[in-house]
């Protein structure tokens, strides 16, 4: 017999589907629509390092869900590609002057070499990478159409800036307040950037949650970042001149217990307000803050810290004169970036109130009295006292008149409020899609006409950025001066480009239809296709890739562009697998596992199924070398049984059964993604069918059917090797018979007073009146019995019955 040799087998059939283009798709009118569906991974960023075992885990979750829908009848579009534009090839071209192009080419072919040595069934002509101007041509236009439909301005905002790498950092190159690259302590510049007005979709976005089946982790994670909250504006007269100062509260009915102001450091009025005496501290705590993050600054756990302008406002609903201080604990980018403080009932206010001797005024109680407050009172159910002619009032409707008061009034305003940002779009840096507009002098700024697209990179042969906090394209003389497309005057190129999201916010679309040359996607396949109908990949996306492709995605919509809202019907976040013994597989700890040693050691097909037997898709769990060999000896037995003689006769009832309870067990876990347990069920069934001498074609065929979805390879070559010149990823999935599923004959335990008194085989589906029945026809029974009060009898189906006598 010969030894189950991966290596070969698993070499064979991937040149076998990929000559035969067995997993090409395409749209196919005859599938109707509910049986097209559209299974998306999370495509990889192509780094140096090649694939980790964490991207095979989702890859091979989607790959055995896409076999077996094809096994049951739909057209699966299941496509892959890569993110190659993106930080480390630039910063690997800064260090070795090694264009980012030559690696990032070098780092696909590498990724594209592992994914296929899993077998994957993915359909290779639509492979789309985001570096390539074919794909960013359509990234271009897509900016473009969100700019003529205003979403996109020009702002100065203060962005992080590591002074060592002369560069702007987005908020995820940041790692504990340092420089990802260098390590240095990132500090706030102001910079000109290119922003999305994304806070004008936070409502949609929040809409659209509500019609996706997505796991309510992700959906809240969404929801926080987003971030809705109700309130009101309301404006502070200054005591002295002509200033007003602009606040945002969720609180209005607090209003009369607002005995001081904070405006955020970096608030425009902090210069015009601060008086001679106060000048140098406050700019002192203005440098101070500049250094910190957001996070550390609204850290609750931290001391408060802050300083008096000199200044004061008055309290527009009793004319109480109120100190204005500065603090870094207001954002400056959240609601108008200054705050009436209300110490009393906000925890953070309360704190900084105790530290720096400020009045508390409470206003809102419990049950209607005033007590003294020995701590902050926030709740949002209580009833308004020392507030006029609002006392007495509810929280809740104490905030509805108070609104209604300040709007007759003038003074203030209904408000919404995000903790949504605008999303800053531009960065400084070379390996990125050009942002497509033109700077005139005379005509502003002017977008780069769509048939010029795409606006190509230019070569460069110095990545280093400028210093300036300006991108290396603005080094480049002859490629930043153009003419104007409107007036034809000399004018220069935005020299900003793209982040790394913008790829990865339409790549599905892409995938629809990647030759297009006239359209990003051509209307009728996008329709054919959309929307995904599972899409796959790790929860450290649950945010900024997920909420960026939404928001392209619902004005796109707007647009008339895409035929559906959302663009993910059905979202899963695989678990992370770690190293050995539960901890996180790092390189610096040595115990990251690499996919190609275990295929070399074990092949594909085990790697494939041990990923999936390690257990539920969505849990963290520890890789475990002992349980890649468990799940190889389980291929050896399987190849061990193909090899035997087949025998052609009937199924014993035995067989079938063992045979159509494992369907239908895969047939329930395979459709709903729960792997670990189908591959328990085909353990069992190895192990019941394992003894015979040959191997019985009725029931072997079927399950190396069931098989073939979870490890293609071995089961093309056994299908091979028991006479098919078919190839088994186009069988049709079997189907089971119920009645073969259920046991037909159990052991019922008979007790009488608590004790064992009989066993009886009954059928397995037998009714509670039958099974006391049969028991009191037992003679044993009957010995027990006799003569006795029968007190009570109870009767659990398919186990025992327990008879009380007296
Ligand atoms: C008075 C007040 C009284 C407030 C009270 C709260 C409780 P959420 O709910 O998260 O939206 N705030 C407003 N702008 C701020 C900024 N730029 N930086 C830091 N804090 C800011 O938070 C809204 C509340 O946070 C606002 O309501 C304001 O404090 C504060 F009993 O106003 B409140
Ligand atoms: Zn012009």
Partial sequence: MSSYNFT????????YWEENKTFKVTEDPSFPKEKRMYVLDMFPYPSGAGLHVGHPEGYTATD??????????YNVLHPMGFDSFGLPAENYAIKTGTHPEATTVANIDNFRRQI????????????VSTHTSEYYKWTQWIFLQLYKKGLAYEAETPINWCPECKTGLANEEVKDGGCDRCG??????????????????????????NNISWTESVKAMQNNWIGRSEGANVVFKLEKGEGEIEVYTTRPDTLFGATYMVLSPEHKLVEEITTNEYKDAVEDYKNQAALKSDLERTDLAKGKT???????????????KIPVWISDYILISYGTGAIMAVPAHDERDWEFAKTFNLPIKQVVSRDGNITELTEVYPAKDGIAVNSGKFDGMKTQDAIKAIISWLEEEKIGFKSVNYKLRDWVFSRQRYWGEPIPLIHCPTCGTVPVPENELPLELPNVTSYEPSGTGESPLANIDEWVNCSCPKCGEAAKRETNTMPQWAGSCWYYLRYIDPKNTEAFCSKEKEEYWMPVGLYVGGAEHAVLHLLYARFWHHVLHDLGLVSTREPFQRLINQGMILGEGGIKMSKSLGNVINP????????????????????????TKPW??????GVYRFLNRVWNMANREVSEEAPTKEQLKSLHKT??????????????????QMMIFVNENYKDEKVNRAIFEPFIKLLAPYTPHIAEEIWQILGHDTIIANETWPEFDEELTKDDEVTIVIQVNGKLRAKLQMPADISKEDMEKAAFEDDNIKTHTDGKTIVKVIAVPGKLVNIVAK
């Fill in 8 to 15: 070969e087998i698993e070499k064979k059939w991937q040149n």
């Fill in 64 to 73: 055995m869900y896409c076999r077996y829908l094809r096994m049951n009848g």
């Fill in 116 to 127: 296929k040595s899993l077998g994957f069934c993915y359909d290779w002509d639509r492979e």
């Fill in 184 to 209: 240095t302590k990132v500090s706030r510049k102001n910079l000109r950037q290119w922003m999305f007005e994304i806070t004008k979709y936070g409502d949609s976005l929040l809409e659209g949650l």
């Fill in 306 to 320: 802050g300083v008096f302008t000199g200044a004061y406002a008055i309290n527009p609903v009793n004319g109480d």
């Fill in 596 to 619: 190609d040693d275990v295929i070399k050691e074990y092949g594909a097909d085990s790697m494939r199924l041990y990923e999936m037997f390690m257990g539920p898709l969505e849990v």
């Fill in 624 to 629: 475990d070398t002992s349980g890649i060999s």
């Fill in 663 to 680: 369907i239908k067990k895969l047939t329930h876990d395979t459709s709903r993604l729960e792997f670990n347990t189908g591959i328990a």
